[in-house]
């Protein structure tokens, strides 16, 4: 018998490759760093896979593949599970006839989000089994295994990865999986499974917290959970990175390790820290698992407040058995990023601070016009919100101020939040009007220039449908709306926006100019095409 074949990947690429070789038939989500790599690699290696134009559109999508008795993966970061929470905490009911995986990728430390929450939190709100894995070996084998536990539970699966785990690199074994082979794709209908009216929501939630205490048992002796033996005197619980920065600033200790962390195998780690003279919960960020350790009347301790923030390392833990609350040593500062030479989007932000702008921006590349030399960016919330917080603004601000108001926003933003902004425009409009600027580079550039239904190609490239966002404001009946192509001369938008600002109407203006490190790309995509 051959031995597995060895690689070095990254987090993200190992869940790809598990997902070949689970059979997974449908990949959707929306690019967020740092999960964006999983569908681009699954793609790569000849899996279907989607970009959505946002994440609870993906999360709809491969729900729909799961009711057809496929198995489906739905992937996004942090953030985006808050946007797709609304299907998310509704699956739990309906459950599923194939398999889903929803991956989550947490940001700790915000090395690019625009916070730092703690998605562990979602597993137990929505009722949904998660795994966490500490390295690229595990998240290939966590995958097959929330496969084999979405298939045996019928429920969706929550695997909940990090920044290091999704892009740091260890070896690979690709071993066979937990999960039995996928079959084939069939619908049965059960409409008191499937539509969550109250009637049938009401046993569904009964049946949930059912499953859930099936797998609490199950879990319990799962390989998911494992013992290493150690000095008695201390006693490590720890999942995820966690672990792995454990392991390595006390090697002597004995160690839980927690593969399955909802719903915990709360009798074994009872074991475990009785066994044990010192037991310490490691984490990262919120104090998830001590929090639920300590309901169980089992004693543990956590960590200090100060390590709730930002990723832990090696140091870290050190200092956290240490008891250590001294203050840490600043981090050595790096180079703060910046708009590209020659963006497009730096006209833009160079006439909005020229004419005293109030902004109301959004997420994406040209958050960085908040920045020097701009600082042209007065708000920056979620995906999307630039339009309502602007009209927000609009709506209670004395005239003057008012007409200084703004919303920018960027291409695949506005596809995936930024539609309804408009429609809200329509029909709550301020009575100054107001202004939307959509700065369309062509491509989703803060995640690494993937496409959206913009462009008018679909993840690997290929030519589809485009939405044209011109045609949907005259659509939605906006009264003025201007395109500027190739915008490089600050005088045209500056004598637009002039006008347009006072003008008591409301007005969209697309700032259309391809993003230069896409260039190449997209010739040589144009030229493979014929056009």
Not at 32 to 61: C, H, Y
Not at 180 to 205: G, K, S
Not at 257 to 280: D, H, M, Q, S
Not at 442 to 453: C, K, S, W
Request: aromatic share 6%; net charge neutral.
């Amino acid at each position: 018998m051959n031995a597995p074949e060895r690689m070095l990947l990254s987090g993200n690429e190992a869940v790809a490759l598990a997902a070949r070789g689970l059979g997974i038939a449908l990949g959707t989500g929306y690019p967020g760093t740092p999960s964006t790599e999983i569908l681009e690699d699954f793609s790569a290696r000849g899996g279907r896979a989607q970009w959505s134009p946002n994440e609870k559109v993906a999360m709809e999508v491969a729900l729909g593949a799961a009711f057809g008795g496929a198995r489906a993966i739905v992937t996004m970061k942090h953030v985006g599970l808050n946007v797709a929470a609304d299907p998310l905490f509704t699956a739990a009911y309906t459950g599923v006839s194939g398999a889903l995986v929803v991956v989550s990728a947490d940001d700790p430390g915000m090395a690019s989000s625009q916070n730092e929450q703690d998605n562990r939190r979602y597993a137990v709100a929505a009722g949904l089994p998660m795994l966490e894995p500490s390295d690229s070996q595990e998240a290939y084998d966590f995958l097959g295994w929330a496969v084999r536990i979405s298939e045996q539970w019928h429920l969706p699966v929550i695997l909940r990865m990090t920044t290091r785990v999704c892009h740091s690199k260890t070896i690979v074994e690709a071993r066979p999986l937990a999960a039995t082979a996928p079959p084939a794709p069939h619908f049965e209908r059960d409409i008191a499974q499937r539509v969550m009216i109250p009637a049938y929501a009401r046993p569904a939630h009964r049946r949930l917290r059912e499953k859930l205490a099936q797998i609490a048992t199950w879990g319990e002796t799962a390989p998911l959970i494992r013992r290493i033996d150690g000095d008695r005197k201390l006693g490590l619980i720890a999942s995820g990175i966690s672990y792995e920065h454990a392991m390595e600033a006390a090697p002597g200790a004995s160690f839980l390790k927690l593969g399955l962390t909802y719903p915990l195998p709360i009798e074994n780690i009872r074991r475990f820290a009785a066994g044990v003279e010192r037991c310490v919960v490691i984490e990262e960020g919120d104090p998830y698992l001590v929090e639920a350790l300590r309901a169980a009347d089992i004693p543990v301790e956590g960590k200090p407040e100060m390590y709730r923030f930002g990723e832990l390392n090696v140091e870290r833990v050190r200092r956290i058995l240490a008891r250590d609350v001294s203050p840490e040593p600043a981090p050595p500062r790096g180079k703060p990023p910046q708009l590209c030479v020659g963006c497009p989007h730096r006209i833009v932000f160079e006439t909005l601070g020229k004419l005293g702008c109030i902004v109301a921006g959004d997420i994406g590349c040209y958050t960085l016009g908040v920045l020097p030399p701009f600082e042209a960016m007065d708000s920056c919330v979620c995906m999307g919100a630039s339009i309502g917080v602007g009209l927000g603004l609009r709506h209670v601000l004395p005239e003057a101020e008012a007409r200084k108001v703004v919303s920018v926003i960027g291409d695949s933003t506005f596809v995936h939040s930024g539609i309804t902004g408009l429609v809200e425009m329509i029909y709550n409009p301020p009575p100054t009007g107001h202004v939307v600027l959509i700065l369309d580079n062509g491509t989703t550039a803060m995640t690494g220039l993937q496409e959206h239904p913009g462009t008018g190609r679909t993840l690997d490239h290929r030519p589809t449908g485009r939405v044209v966002f011109e045609n949907l404001a005259h659509a939605l009946g906006i009264s003025e709306v201007h395109v500027l192509e190739n915008l490089k001369d600050a005088a045209a938008l500056e004598e637009l926006m002039m006008r347009l600002m006072p003008s008591g109407k409301l007005a969209l203006v697309i700032v259309r100019r391809p993003c230069l490190l896409t260039a190449k790309r997209d010739a040589d995509l144009a030229k493979a095409s014929g056009t």
